[in-house]
C-alpha cells in the first residue's frame, strides 16, 4: 500500500528497486492515566487495526491483544487581522493492548533535575577555583595583562 511511483524500468542491470511502505507509527504519551499494559501511538492515517497489529507482531515481535483506533481531530484557528480559519491536519490514535503480563512503562528520556544539578554545582566550583588560581597569579604583576600569563 503506497502511493510512491517507482519506475518500470531503468537502465543497466540489475533492476534494482526499493519497494517502501507510507506507514509510520509514533509512540506518544496518553494524556489519561491507562493500565500498564495498554501503549498509546500515534500512526499513519491510512493504517487500519489490522495494519498496526501485524505491524508490532511481525516487526517488534510484540504480542498484541487488541487494537482499538480513534481520529483526532486538527485544531482550528482564526486569523484575527484577515479572518481566514486554519486547521492543523487531523492525528489516527491507536491504542495497543498487550498480555496482562506485560507491562509496559513510557522511557525517561531525560536527566533528572537533582543529577544535573549536583554536575552543574560541581563545574561552577572548578571554575570558580581556575579564577582564584588566575587571580593569585597575577596578584604581583598589575597592569599586565591576563593572557600574558598563559
Known amino acids: ?4 511511483w517507482y519506475p518500470i524500468y531503468q537502465r543497466g ?3 534494482l528497486r526499493v519497494f517502501l511502505p507510507n506507514f509510520w507509527m509514533k509512540l506518544i504519551r496518553s494524556r489519561d492515566e491507562q493500565p500498564k499494559n495498554i501503549v498509546t501511538f500515534s500512526v499513519s492515517m491510512e493504517m487500519t487495526k489490522y495494519d498496526v497489529k501485524n505491524y508490532l507482531e511481525k516487526i ?6 487488541d487494537v482499538r483506533t480513534r481520529i483526532e481531530m486538527g485544531s482550528t484557528k482564526r486569523d484575527q487581522v484577515y479572518g481566514y480559519v486554519t486547521k492543523n491536519d ?3 490514535i491507536a ?3 498487550m498480555p496482562k503480563n506485560v507491562e509496559f512503562t513510557f522511557p525517561d528520556m531525560f536527566v533528572k533535575k537533582d543529577e544535573a544539578q549536583k554536575s552543574e554545582e560541581k563545574s561552577l566550583e572548578d571554575t570558580k577555583q581556575g579564577f582564584k588560581k588566575f587571580l ?3 596578584k604581583k604583576r598589575p597592569g599586565t595583562p ?3 600569563s598563559i
Do not use: H
Request: without cysteine.
Open 146 to 148: 591576563g593572557w600574558f
Open 1 to 4: 500500500m503506497s502511493t510512491r
Open 60 to 65: 517488534y515481535k510484540l504480542p498484541v491483544v
Open 90 to 92: 487531523d492525528v489516527k
Open 136 to 138: 593569585e597569579r597575577n
Open 95 to 97: 491504542y495497543v493492548t
Open 13 to 15: 542491470n540489475p533492476q
